[in-house]
Nanobody, 121 residues
């Protein structure tokens, strides 16, 4: 099972960036997928998730109204569109897969390698 994240970048505050996460090696038809991020010396925190069944979406308060998670079932890929980026959005973003999605990263089964997002002020 592999999750391959892409879309790392350096953007100015107020800019946009889209992250992608492609899943392979497993049929994720019963898995939700999501994004977490980790800033230096901080714990990994939930950003957004999408269920695979009905595509229900969930967001951290910090992401609501600015980030949009979506998925392409045919490509087994999930996206995170990030708009109005702020310096506090800086961190390593990880995509994950889990049957029962939730905000606790310890309960997620699969992780991608992480991709760096840096937002300059």
């Amino acid at each position: 099972v592999q999750l391959q994240a892409s879309g790392r970048g350096l953007v100015q505050a107020g800019g946009s960036l889209r992250l992608s996460c492609a899943a392979s090696g497993h049929t994720f038809s019963s898995y939700g997928m999501g994004w977490f991020r980790q800033a230096p010396e901080k714990e990994r925190e939930f950003v957004a998730a999408i269920s695979w069944g009905d595509s229900s979406t969930y967001y951290a308060n910090s992401a609501k109204g600015r980030f949009t998670i979506s998925r392409d079932a045919a490509k087994n890929t999930v996206y995170l569109q990030m708009n109005s980026l702020k310096p506090e959005d800086t961190g390593v973003y990880y995509c994950g897969a889990e049957r029962r999605i939730g905000p606790n990263p310890d309960l997620w089964d699969y992780w991608g390698q992480g991709t760096q997002v840096t937002v300059s002020s």
